[in-house]
């Protein structure tokens, strides 16, 4: 990030977090199941929904970094206007931005651009979550253009997003060919289902989307079509990197409430945070957010190759999801009886936490997908003491196990949660500049090393297939 | 480096995760019919890396989701 960007996004975060003291109140747009008309108004005026979009197309042609900086503000005043905010400068536009021709940029991604338009991804289907290969979504030919069939779940910003981002199966082109089509709400044959009820950001709009028989010109597929999976890893990977930043601007705001909590509540003749299992709470949740920022940093770089960055992204959004709840949890702890009653506003925020360690990636398939690869070698780190630790397990698991290991997707799983941890800890370290950074980074260094060990056993695949069977039995006895 | 060659290194790591012969491995048939999912994946394109000193997409076995249809590639790929 330039020194001129960088001074611009402090600016704009600066002017969020001026205008959020009177404008943005999360617990109501909770309880009211939406954003009020001003604060869009508000957002598009700042040109909020222009961010990672080129200037040509009438944004501000921002950096990943850049944006997730100013997703992170966002988060840490309201996690239902960080997910519409971050899904319609992620996702919902980012492959328009990237791949789109000049006709379709004019045509969707200026209106895009100013928030005239907002824009929605639609790729999650009933049978299809975590494995996109099983999508059965189709766009085929008719006449002159295509007809697209099938059903989507789980669509973010689906109740007011006026261009959707439809992945689809084009078998003209081949076998295992998927495209993205823009559809229009009014377009005849789509039905977008009414919002669902969540647990929470419950602010921002989820639905269905029904498609039956929508009649579309070609001109609707981004790019070339039939080339989705060539899109997808920048697109995904934006949307990973943009959850894990908001992630880390929540659980900022979770520490700077517990801190708050912790300073003015007296117990025993003497504040909260004079005790040390408090202090050592603090401590742990301080490192961890650092981790976090240091993690969104290393997402964020988009000059590393793809592959590497899919990696990055996915372990940022994994590890920062994780830890996300890990803070939010415990300064509802530290907040005692206060922290359960909604006014203090941490029940909504644990709510509100709770989805980012399903969305963009259910973080046990990533945790898996992690975990093979740095067991068969394609995570490729610099060396460290925590990391010879994982090394030397990696490779007596290898030995043992061989190319079978990648069937024991339990272990896998376990890898993968060690490897982000440890890369967390070379994260901090790389990020650490000020003598604070240092004592935060060695902090999460400390953690990782007491966290590593129970995720390193080789487990008893034995006795869990048996007490699977024995709970199942239970289960239909019962 | 021949299609054969390839082949016989895919038809090995295939058999191993599957824990049969590797002649049991038919090389039209899709990696997904066997049950392979993408963390399987991750091990065959490591494994490939390694040996071929190359850089696959993640997406490359949904791209040539069968034995011989990834052995074409490869070839095509080191030629």
Known sequence: MSAAEQAAVQELRRGLARFASRHIDAQRNDKEGGFPDEL???????????????????????????????????ASLDRSLATAVGLHVG????????????????????PLASGEYLAAFAATEPGAGSDLSAITTRAVPRGDGLVVDGSKVFVTNGGFAQVFSVLARMPEYGEAAVGLVMLRPDDPG?????????????????????????AVPRDRVIGSPGQATLQLPSTLGWGRALVASGCS???????ASAVAHTAGRIQFGAPLSKLAVVREHLADMDALCFAMEAMVHRASDEGVGEGEFTRRTCAAKAFNSEGCWEVCDT????????????ESGMPVMLCDARINRIFDGANDMLFTQLGANEAFGRAKHPPSALRERLDAHIAALRKQFGFRLARNYGVMWRLGQAAVMVEAAEAAVDLAQSEADVLRA????????????????????????????????????? | MSKTEIETRLRDIVSELLECGPAEVDADRKFTDYGLS????I??????EDWLDLDLPTNTLWDYPSLDRLAGYLVELTA
Request: proline share 4%.
């Open chain 1, 40 to 74: 869009l108004e508000a957002l598009r005026d700042m040109g909020i929904f222009g961010l990672s979009i080129p200037e040509e197309w009438g944004g501000s042609g921002l950096g990943l970094a850049s944006v997730c900086s100013v997703v992170s503000e966002i």
């Open chain 1, 91 to 110: 996702m919902g536009t980012r492959t328009l931005s990237l791949f789109g021709t000049d006709e379709q940029r004019e045509r969707f991604l200026k």
């Open chain 1, 190 to 214: 789509v039905e977008i289902g009414p919002p669902e009820d969540k647990l929470g950001i419950r602010a921002s709009s989820t639905t269905t989307l029904h498609l039956d028989a929508v």
């Open chain 1, 249 to 255: 601007g929540v659980s900022g705001a979770a520490l």
């Open chain 1, 331 to 342: 300064s509802l702890q530290l907040h005692g009886g206060t922290g359960f009653i909604e």
């Open chain 1, 442 to 478: 060695e902090h999460w260094q400390d953690m990782v090393s007491r966290r590593l060990e129970p995720l390193m056993p080789t487990p008893d695949r034995g006795r869990i297939d048996a007490l699977f069977d024995a709970l199942r039995d239970r289960m239909e006895r019962a």
């Open chain 2, 38 to 41: 993408s963390i399987e994946a």
């Open chain 2, 43 to 48: 091990a065959i394109l490591g494994d490939l």
